[in-house]
């Protein structure tokens, strides 16, 4: 059992980080201006409205394009070697505008500078980077930030172990009725092929008051959908001496009225028969589960370190759809895992033929240094995975449709975020399955859950029309 773990930010940092941001400003008498590039999941989303939230309170503001800030961030992801290529790539070209201004101070944060050895390479090969910290140091960025000012020397801040959770952080929310909530940082459960446990640490909950609080202020503020964020939701508390389950967790949050609630990500392993009866019971819990099954055959299942096979879980599918029918299920599906055979390949392709996901995100097995995976033999050509992905994607897309047809006829009540991008007389939302609908209506319904009879589906989205009350 855990050590009591968490940090809280007081009121005198605050205090202090706005002093800073006078100084920062006082030296060419102008308020100063940031840009934050994201790359990755939900967690780097919500790490980067936090830095936000952060840098505002040192009293700066958001620039409208990176060109014309004067602190650019990247928020980096190391999931795979090409997300990793791109931060990479895209920070380089900042030595450009820096050759002009050379006041810009350029930080480079998140999972990828985690990495052993990347810190290094960073000061090594990015001489014009002034700050770089880890997932781990988020908090520290106003000290950072004025160290590299008053010492004019480049500032490096990756902790070696990742062992608290911090609480207090200024939040800048992107929007003003949907949020994130971390519930918990890190993972255990070292999938061979995966990075994040070496990135983001060993799993830490968060207390269930302090996110209890958070989400009662989201609730008076008007908030209608929270997603609960953690790299495996289901083993929620079990590191708390008196943690509550997961499931206890979202009956508790459910009791504070937010209407609206989802969560990612769940280990197809920890899917407890708790957890399903209260997607059945509980009105707030959205009618979607992201279910990540990575592949269809046993023995791929077990080199991948997912510790449940293939039988297991179409069981859990069975289970969760008998409690909650209308439940649309989503997944994560790696092709070319080292050694993966056609026939074992087709193992996943029958499985999603089996299931009938309503979307599956797709990857090709990328190789991440220090895992597992990375040392197994049977590299796959990259043709044949292409080829694999390809024959993935148009399956997917084929079940998709199904699905998208089951729908038409149907009535869904959809939380309306915005005008369609393709149509800006229409508006767009999303379903309780996460299924985007888009229908005429007036602006002012952005931000509502509204009810909407769905009337055609294309390839990407549903149809639909509001449906007028009697
Ligand atoms: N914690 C979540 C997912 C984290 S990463 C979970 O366990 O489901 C998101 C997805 O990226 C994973 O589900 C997996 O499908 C994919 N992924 C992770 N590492 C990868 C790698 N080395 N190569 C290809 N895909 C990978
Ligand atoms: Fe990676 Fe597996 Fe942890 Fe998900 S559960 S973050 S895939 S190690
Ligand atoms: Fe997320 Fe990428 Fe890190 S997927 S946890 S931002 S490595």
């Known amino acids: 059992m855990r050590e009591e773990v968490t940090i809280r930010i007081s009121p005198e940092e605050i205090a202090a980080q706005q002093q800073f941001a006078r100084e920062f400003s006082a030296l060419d008498h102008r308020p100063k201006t940031y840009f934050i590039v994201t790359y990755g999941c939900q967690m780097n989303a919500h790490d980067s409205e936090k830095l936000s939230g952060m840098l505002e309170s040192m009293g700066m503001t958001q620039a409208d ?4 800030a004067d602190f650019v961030l990247h928020n980096t992801c190391c999931i795979r070697d090409n997300a990793e290529r791109k931060a990479l790539g895209n920070v380089t070209w900042l030595k ?3 050759k002009e201004r050379p006041e810009l101070m350029i ?3 998140g999972c990828m500078v985690q990495e052993p050895g990347m810190a290094e390479k960073i000061l090594r090969q990015y001489p014009f980077v002034e700050i770089a910290f880890g997932t781990g140091n988020i908090h520290r960025l106003p000290e950072l930030m004025l160290r590299a000012v008053t010492t004019r020397r480049r500032v490096v801040s990756v902790p070696d172990e990742q062992s608290t959770v911090i609480e207090g952080l200024p939040i800048r929310r992107e929007s003003p009725f949907q949020s994130y909530v971390t519930i918990m940082y890190g993972c255990n459960n070292f999938c061979s092929y995966c990075i994040v446990p070496y990135v983001r640490g060993r799993e830490r909950s968060r207390n269930a008051d302090d996110i209890l609080r958070e989400v009662e202020g989201l609730q008076k503020q008007g908030v209608q ?3 609960l964020l953690g790299q495996n939701v289901n083993s929620y508390g079990n590191d708390m001496e008196n943690g509550i389950s997961f499931p206890r967790l979202l009956h508790k949050i459910g009791e504070t009225g937010i209407p609206r609630i989802r969560f990612m990500t769940s280990h197809p ?3 407890s028969d708790e957890l399903i009866e209260e997607m059945a019971v509980n009105p707030a819990l959205c009618r979607h589960l992201h279910l990540p099954v990575q592949a269809g055959n046993n023995r791929i299942l077990a080199a991948m370190n997912r510790r449940y096979t293939r039988e297991q879980y179409l069981e859990k599918v069975n289970k969760i759809r008998a409690a909650v029918p209308d439940i649309g299920l989503t997944t994560d599906l790696i092709v070319a895992f080292p050694g993966e055979t056609e026939a074992e390949f087709e193992d996943t392709m029958d499985l999603v033929r089996t299931v009938g996901f309503d979307s599956a995100f797709t990857f090709i097995y990328s190789p991440r240094v220090g895992t597992r995976a990375a040392e197994m033999p049977g590299r796959i050509d990259p ?3 292409t080829q694999r992905i390809e024959k993935l994607i148009a399956l997917q897309e084929e079940m998709t449709q199904k699905v998208f047809a089951s729908l038409v006829g149907t009535n869904e009540t959809v939380l309306v975020t915005g005008h369609a991008r393709r149509n800006e007389n229409q508006l767009t939302g999303k379903c309780s399955r996460n299924i985007s609908v888009n229908f005429e209506g007036p602006s002012d319904a952005i931000g509502k859950i509204l009810p909407i009879h769905i009337t055609a589906a294309s390839k990407t989205t549903l149809r639909g029309e ?5």
Do not use: F, P, Q
Not at 65 to 68: D, G, I, P, Q
Not at 466 to 470: A, E, H
């Open 65 to 68: 394009c990176k060109e014309n």
């Open 96 to 98: 450009e505008i820096k």
């Open 107 to 109: 930080g480079v944060c």
């Open 225 to 227: 959908e929270i997603m």
């Open 269 to 271: 392993k920890d899917l």
């Open 383 to 385: 043709a044949v995975a």
């Open 466 to 470: 509001i449906l007028k009350g009697d």
